[in-house]
Every structure is written in structure tokens, then in C-alpha cells.
């Protein structure tokens, strides 16, 4: 089933810090940064031709190996990886192989922002990555000044307002993710008291934007309690959504913060709806939770493995056959952004920076795992996500939402 759903807009600009980027223990190419090093040579790189002497053209990863998302991480990896080695097993592009140099940014700003330069420094033609919303912003100015295009997996609706040429994103926009969880929530399963638990990042508060113009636009009441990455008790925010009475609780933070929202919502009796963020679709979170705390709870997400679409059924099956493990989104979004970048850089028939940036804002209709990517004026591929409702710790596909 497939639902339309209109978008809202909202903007915040944020910025970033430098400091250094760890190296990441993969089969891929692995970088370790120093940041004085990526400072001082990043902007010899910066836009036009990257040199690919000898044999190879670099692509880099900017992912979160360590940090409070490993799994995660090592899912994007996989995903990148995956699709580098399809391209490379069909002979690869401009008659060269491509290597994919990855980088831990450990979930900080500071260090996305060095494992950035340090990959530009190295000549890679674009990056991928990195995930958090707070990290792509603050990569933001470095991306722009060296002129390298990036895809990153962040979603804060934010990002869109960044005005960044190089800056793109490779999943849905919160505001497509926010809306169809409130849009879900209201008329589907027709709650009409809200109550938004929200991690007070650019990744939550994004959210609470979208969320709360919705309620505002549609005579909903929404109650919103916000809270730290890194809170361990939720307690307090929990017993005023049962004072208020709220008939469905959003949930929209990281998967620590997530799986604990989960078990204590469970233990304090708090009884409704729930439709949380992507984190209640992954292994991370479900590995964490007894299936009692999230059963019957819905998440919006990129991907569900259960869906019958041609595209996610060939992905999981390339998956499998490489890892021998199911793909969750992250491996899905992944290998969408490095088949988007790849593609862009076949198009332009160089490793000019520029010519493939240029390249990427041109891509309309391409099938990736996630979805169909187009980009539009506000450098955004993706315009649809996915409901799935959890049944014993299975996630279970219900529709796609896509925007009009």
C-alpha cells in the first residue's frame, strides 16, 4: 500500500568544530587523520580534477565504527562496500577500479568534520556519510570550502536550509519522516492527543518542528518533553504523558535513549499508541528490548526487509550472499548513497569534483534500496519512507508514504 502525504518546512542553521578522526578496522582502505595534516593539505584538493594515478578512483566513507552506534556503523560499511564491489565486479568506472577509504567520525562532530578533510586531503572524487544530522551540519563548511560533494544520511530538516552545492542527502528528510509518523498517528490510527518524546539534537528537534506545526495546522494537542543523548532515566517525562493523557506517544531520539524510552514506558504502564523514529526497526534497538516493550509499536523508517518490492528483495539477496547476514537500513541507505555517488561519477565521465556534484543534482529515477532517488532544488533524493509495525521483534511492512 502506498500512501501521499504533503510536506511541511522548517529552518535552523547550525555549524561545526574540527579535531581528529579516528581509523576504522575494515576490509575496505582505512585512514587515520591528523588534524594540523588534513588542515594544512584539504584545501589543495579542493573542487575540479582529482589525479587517479595508477589503477584505482577513491570514494570515502565517513562512518561511525565506534561511538553508541557500532552496529550501525559497521551496517554502512557493509552497504558501501557492497556496492563498490558490484561496480568493480562489472569492471569498473572510466576503466578503473574504485576503492572505498573508510573513516570513523566515533559520533562527534568535532571528528567528522577531520575525517572530512582528511579524505579530501587524500583525493577521494566524493564522500558518503556521515550519519548524525548534527555531524552533517557541522561538516557543512568544510565540504563547501574543499568542494568535494558529499551524500550524507542525516535527516534533520535542517540540513535543507544549509545551502551547501556540495551537500547532499541520500534518505528521506525528517520532514517526511516527522509528518507521515504524526499523519500515521491522527489518521490511521486516530489519536488525537500526542505526546512527542524528542532528543533535544538537531536529529529531535527537527522533528518536534515538523510535528508541532502539524498539530497546530490540524487542532491536534501535542505535549513534548525533551531530554539529553546520553539520559539514562525517563521517568519524570513519562509520568506527565500519563498525567496528560495522551492517547499515542512519538518517540524521536537515538537507539540508547530509544530502548530505554521503551522499557520503562513498559514498566511505569504508560498505555498507548506508540510510533517511534527508524532506531525501533533496527537489531541495535530490538537486541536491547524484551519483545513485551515494543510489541505493536510501529516505526517510520527507510527500509523494512519484508517488503515485496523488486528492488529491496535483489538488495537483500546481494546482501546475504556477501555477509550472510539480513541488511537492515543502514546498510540500505549506505549502499543507495554510494550507488548514487558512483553513478554520478560514470555520468560525468571524469573525476572532476565539480562534474560530478553537477551530476548528482541531474539524477532523477534512480532505483536504490530505499526507495527511487531524484533530486530536487534542496539537494534531497529520497521523498518517501516506509510504516512497519513490530510483532515479536519482527519487523512487519504495513505502507509507503511517499510526498506529493
Not at 68 to 89: C, H, I, K, T, Y
Request: with cysteine; hydrophobic share 40%; net charge negative.
Amino acid at each position: 500500500m502506498r500512501k501521499r502525504i504533503g510536506a511541511l518546512l522548517m529552518a535552523v542553521v547550525m555549524a561545526g568544530s574540527l579535531a581528529g578522526c579516528a581509523a576504522t578496522d575494515q576490509s575496505a582502505n582505512t585512514v587515520t587523520a591528523d588534524t594540523s595534516e588534513a588542515e594544512e593539505s584539504g584545501n589543495d584538493s579542493a573542487g575540479g580534477e582529482v589525479s587517479t594515478d595508477g589503477d584505482t578512483i577513491k570514494i570515502g566513507l565517513v562512518s561511525m565504527v565506534t561511538g553508541d552506534n557500532p552496529l550501525n556503523g559497521e551496517r554502512m560499511n557493509q552497504g558501501g562496500q557492497l556496492a563498490v564491489d558490484e561496480v568493480n565486479a562489472a569492471g569498473g568506472i572510466l576503466g578503473k577500479q574504485v576503492e572505498l577509504t573508510i573513516t570513523d567520525d566515533q559520533t562527534m562532530q568535532d571528528v567528522a568534520v577531520t575525517c572530512v578533510q582528511k579524505l579530501a586531503s587524500e583525493g577521494v572524487v566524493g564522500i558518503v556519510g556521515p550519519h548524525r544530522s548534527t555531524n552533517a551540519i557541522a561538516v557543512s563548511d568544510t565540504v563547501k570550502s574543499l568542494g568535494v560533494p558529499l551524500l550524507t544520511g542525516g535527516t534533520s530538516p535542517n540540513i535543507a536550509d544549509l545551502d551547501n552545492p556540495y551537500l547532499f542527502r541520500g534518505r528521506a528528510s525528517d520532514t517526511i519522516f516527522a509528518q507521515a509518523a504524526v499523519d500515521y498517528a491522527v489518521n490511521t490510527l486516530g489519536c488525537s492527543k500526542i505526546g512527542l518524546f524528542y532528543n533535544n539534537d538537531d536529529f529531535g528537534t527537527g522533528a518536534l518542528g515538523v510535528i508541532q506545526q502539524y498539530c497546530d495546522e490540524n487542532g491536534i494537542t501535542l505535549v513534548a518533553e525533551g531530554h539529553n543523548t546520553g539520559d539514562k532515566d525517563f521517568t519524570a517525562q513519562i509520568m506527565k504523558m500519563q498525567t496528560a493523557g495522551i492517547d499515542c506517544a512519538i518517540i524521536w531520539t537515538h537507539d540508547p535513549e530509544l530502548a530505554i524510552h521503551a522499557r520503562q514506558i513498559y514498566e511505569l504502564g504508560l498505555e498507548c499508541q506508540v510510533v517511534s523514529s527508524p532506531g525501533v526497526t533496527m537489531s541495535q534497538v530490538l537486541g536491547m528490548v524484551e519483545p513485551e516493550y515494543v510489541e505493536g509499536w510501529y516505526g517510520v523508517t527507510d527500509f523494512v526487509s519484508t517488503s515485496t518490492d523488486e528492488e529491496v528483495v535483489n538488495f537483500i539477496e546481494k546482501f546475504k550472499a556477501a555477509y550472510d547476514i539480513e541488511p537492515e537500513l543502514y546498510a540500505a541507505s549506505y549502499y543507495g548513497c554510494a550507488k548514487v555517488l558512483l553513478t554520478a561519477i560514470e555520468n560525468a565521465g571524469t573525476t572532476d569534483r565539480d562534474a560530478v556534484r553537477d551530476e548528482i543534482e541531474k539524477i532523477q529515477d534512480l532505483q536504490v534500496p530505499i526507495g527511487v532517488a531524484a533530486c530536487d532544488e534542496s539537494h534531497d533524493l529520497i521523498h518517501s519512507i516506509n510504516v512497519a509495525r513490530i510483532e515479536n521483534l519482527t519487523r512487519i511492512f504495513v505502507e509507503s508514504v511517499s510526498v506529493e
